[in-house]
């Protein structure tokens, strides 16, 4: 008798993972590969699950357990200590003790400071991301397994459609994502309810956020209040329907970045300016992409910089009736001069 539905489906998302950054790794380090001189492999690499002790992320850490040695992977776990609750040290302290009781080594407990940049969600995960950063380059780690799931992929996508940001706000979260492709997401195409099945059927002690039922929290609202009357109004499936937008928004957004990229050199004068005219013959999804990367070339941070930016930079190109200059977020400047854009910090 084989395992349990839900535990098989969390285990077959992980060896496909796992097998992708095998091979990866292999590719970086054909030499080591396998030694016939000392007939055995080289070093094998080491992954690590980010656990938050929460249903998604003990059922990843509870395949990756599983998986990696079969394949000849070292595994190991960090959780994250963000300070905001009473007790949460004694908690991330279980969380260490359940992912060693699973057989990970190495396994620490990480303990960091929350700031307030772009609200209490935005620095957590800010901060959380710094600290898994942190650990990945600490051990050498070939990858960071993260147990987000297709429930949490359309949050994503309906907060970004809140936010009116465009259509890379659509594409939700991606499978590979970091620097290097560190972070991976197994579970994207799993639901929430399977990672809780799969605890179940292994008799995995879960805890539940409370920040997760929080109404604070922009987040759980949409996941308690939103969602449900999206599917009491539209029907089941709603949540399939957003995650399959995520990843054909994804798809249309990486085919009109790498558009842009290659028809940015063709609308620059000799001095490296963008010229007006060649920029007004473009497609505006084109054109505003050429222009949100002048912007952060010349120091805007990409995060505060919005929609409506963009917008204000393309009417210099589109509705020119010799307006001033447009002021960006850390303290860049756009302006129109003599037919050319010229975007750099005042």
Not at 40 to 62: E, F, I, Q
Not at 103 to 127: H, I, K, N, Y
Not at 236 to 264: C, P
Not at 325 to 335: D, S
Request: hydrophobic share 40%; charged share 25%; with cysteine.
């Amino acid at each position: 008798m084989g395992p349990h539905p839900a535990v098989a489906a969390i285990r077959l998302a992980v060896r496909r993972v796992l097998h992708d950054i095998l091979t990866e790794h292999h590719s970086r380090h054909p030499a080591h590969a396998y030694s016939p001189a000392l007939e055995r492999p080289a070093p094998s690499p080491l992954v690590l699950v980010a656990c938050s002790g929460g249903a998604d992320s003990m059922a990843l850490a509870s395949a990756l357990a599983f998986e990696a040695p079969r394949l000849g992977i070292r595994a190991g776990g960090v959780t994250v200590d963000h300070g905001l609750q009473p007790g949460s040290d004694l908690r991330a302290e279980e969380v260490v003790l359940r992912l060693r009781a699973l057989g990970l080594d190495p396994v620490e407990s990480a303990a960091v400071t929350v700031g307030r940049d772009g609200g209490p969600e935005a620095a957590a995960r800010d901060a959380r991301y710094d600290a898994l950063d942190a650990a990945a380059e600490r051990h050498g780690a070939a990858a960071v397994l993260l147990g987000h799931t297709r429930d949490d992929q359309a949050e994503t996508v309906l907060l970004g459609l809140a936010r009116g940001s465009g259509i890379r706000s659509l594409s939700g979260m991606a499978a590979v994502s970091g620097a290097g492709g560190r972070y991976r997401r197994p579970f994207l195409q799993l639901d929430r309810q399977t990672a809780r099945k799969a605890c179940m059927a292994q008799s995995l002690p879960v805890w539940d956020d409370p920040h997760n039922t929080d109404p604070a929290y922009t987040r759980s609202r949409l996941r308690h209040e939103g969602l449900p009357a999206l599917e009491k109004a539209l029907g089941k499936g709603v949540v399939e329907a957003l995650a399959r937008t995520a990843q054909l928004s994804r798809d249309d957004a990486d085919a009109l970045d790498g558009w842009a990229r290659q028809a940015e050199a063709g609308v620059r004068d000799a001095a490296g300016l963008l010229e007006c005219g060649k920029l007004y013959a473009l497609p505006p999804a084109v054109r505003r992409r050429i222009l949100r990367r002048a912007a952060i070339e010349a120091g805007a941070p990409a995060g505060s910089l919005f929609a409506r930016h963009i917008e204000e930079i393309d009417k210099l190109i589109t509705g020119w009736r010799g307006q001033g200059a447009i002021n960006l977020p850390g303290k860049v400047v756009a302006r129109r001069q003599g037919g050319r854009l010229v975007i750099r910090q005042g």
